[in-house]
Nanobody
Framework: QVHFVESGGGLVQPGGSLRLSCTAS????????MGWYRQTPGQERELVAS????????YVADSVKGRFTISRDNARKTGSLQMNNLKPEDTAVYYC??????????WGQGTQVTVSS
């Protein structure tokens, strides 16, 4: 079955950096665009970054532009999100998944990112 596993989250001070990783299973990973979503309590998941299947085109939300960089390694079926100059408002659970979402591909557990002094 298709699933994604996220890792790399943690507690970091404002201005710090984290690198999130995502591993995919049960999917022809290289055929799909993928992205990172985040969610805070009481809010809907939002897409913060995406990358096309070959990595040629990237999208980064305005709120994280210049700070977050998305990448992927199709051979390893992994995706990454490099997060620099983190801000408290970046605090959320981060998930990876296809972009757009597909009905037969569930959400993983996500990884918690907390930015606090």
């Amino acid at each position: 079955q298709v699933h994604f596993v996220e890792s790399g989250g943690g507690l970091v001070q404002p201005g710090g950096s984290l690198r999130l990783s995502c591993t995919a299973s049960g999917i022809a990973f290289s055929l799909y665009s993928m992205g990172w979503y985040r969610q805070t309590p009481g809010q809907e998941r939002e897409l913060v970054a995406s990358i096309t299947n070959g990595g040629s085109t990237k999208y980064v939300a305005d709120s994280v532009k210049g700070r977050f960089t998305i990448s992927r390694d199709n051979a390893r079926k992994t995706g990454s999100l490099q997060m620099n100059n983190l801000k408290p408002e970046d605090t959320a659970v981060y998930y990876c998944n296809t972009v757009p979402r597909l009905p037969d591909i569930p959400w993983g557990q996500g990884t918690q990112v907390t930015v606090s002094s």
